[in-house]
């Protein structure tokens, strides 16, 4: 019991602070609905632990509490991945809008020969 | 020392990107002007030293960037300038003495006469044996017939010089193998004229700077060669 109200406590803590880094535009919004999301997921399957047994059983998984493990490592790596994907596409802009910068600065100062 | 005519050719741009390279620039410049009346660019790489206050003293176009993002972005930037100002041809070579302005006219004349889109200054013979190592594995994952990968002394005709100052070649971090299964995708045809290449006049190489380096580097062009071999395999002749 005690167990369930700690994970329940950390999927709504999780869960507000979410909405509290938003509030305080440290988080933007899309990043946020994962987490929100990641939070309720917290709240479901730590107050209800017998949901992953029911989603087990009716999946097929000899094990269910393995199920959780199995689904939430490959969240994580799919995750990790957008994370890098983005972050590709952030770095590509960042030079491109420096190359950007430093020729317009140039002719900005009409340094051209 | 042949001078290159001014008038009858295209007008050519002479790309340097250049980090903390005050000591080498000036001569490098000097000799520069020698040769060429072409519009030299240096690319100052957020340098900590006076390289951008050398640069402009010796009269070259001088851009800045705001941080430190590596030579091949340093260059790319001299390279979108170029393309952005008109220039028919490209030059890129080091600002730290290793390429001799005099052997220009070497790499520029197959692009005059319409049998190349980008030409390579290559110097086989300064590579130790490690080095040749690295090209040769490099070449049998990418399928690139080149012998020397990694210079850095090429000439882009203006069609090379788009592809070169592209968004697609954004992301890469040197200036060889990505760029050239670019080119090669392209069709764009990439030949190598020998030129003699001198050591460093001062200091030590800033993409190679350790051992940490070259490893990224390997792993990085690994992962390029091998994911970027593509099917539009194009003979490279020498």
């Known amino acids: ?113 | 020392m042949n001078r290159i005519p001014d008038t009858n050719l295209p007008r050519l741009a002479i790309v340097l990107p250049a980090y903390n390279e005050a000591n080498n620039l000036g001569p490098v410049l000097a000799r520069l002007r020698a040769a060429t009346s072409a519009e030299a660019i240096v690319v100052d790489d957020h340098s900590d030293d006076e390289t951008a206050a050398v640069a402009r003293a010796a009269g070259a176009t001088v851009l800045s960037m705001p941080f430190r993002f590596g030579a091949w972005t340093a260059t790319q930037t001299g390279l979108r300038y170029a393309y952005r100002h008109g220039y028919d041809l490209v030059v890129t070579m080091d600002a730290d003495g290793q390429h001799d302005p005099a052997q220009i006219d070497t790499i520029i004349a197959p692009i005059l006469d319409g049998q190349a889109e980008v030409v390579i200054g290559a110097c086989v013979a300064r590579a130790s044996r490690l080095r040749r190592f690295a090209w040769r594995y490099l070449r049998l994952l990418s399928g690139l017939e080149i012998a020397d990968l990694t210079s850095g002394f090429r000439a882009y005709s203006r069609r090379a010089t788009a592809v070169a100052a592209s968004w697609a070649a954004t992301s890469f971090d040197y200036q060889d193998l990505g760029l050239l299964l670019l080119m090669r995708r392209k069709r764009l045809r990439v030949i190598e004229r020998d030129v003699t290449m001198a050591p460093r006049l001062d200091g030590k190489s800033r993409v190679f700077s350790s051992w940490f380096a070259v490893a990224h580097y390997m792993a990085f062009s690994s992962i390029l060669g091998a994911s970027k071999r593509g099917r539009y395999a194009e003979r490279v002749e020498r």
């Open chain 1, 1 to 113: 019991m005690l167990l369930r109200a700690i994970l329940a406590g950390l999927g709504i803590g999780i869960g507000l602070g979410m909405l509290y880094l938003v509030r305080r535009d440290r988080l933007h919004g899309s990043y946020a609905i994962w987490w929100v999301f990641v939070s309720l997921a917290v709240v479901a399957f730590g107050t209800w632990p017998g949901l992953i047994d029911w989603l087990g059983i009716r999946l097929g998984v000899a094990y269910p509490p393995i199920l959780l493990v199995v689904v939430a490592l490959l969240l994580m790596l799919v995750k990790m991945l957008t994370g890098d994907l983005d972050r590709t596409r952030q770095m590509r802009k960042l030079r491109y809008l420096a190359q950007r910068m430093a020729i317009l600065e140039h002719e900005v100062r009409g340094e051209r020969r």
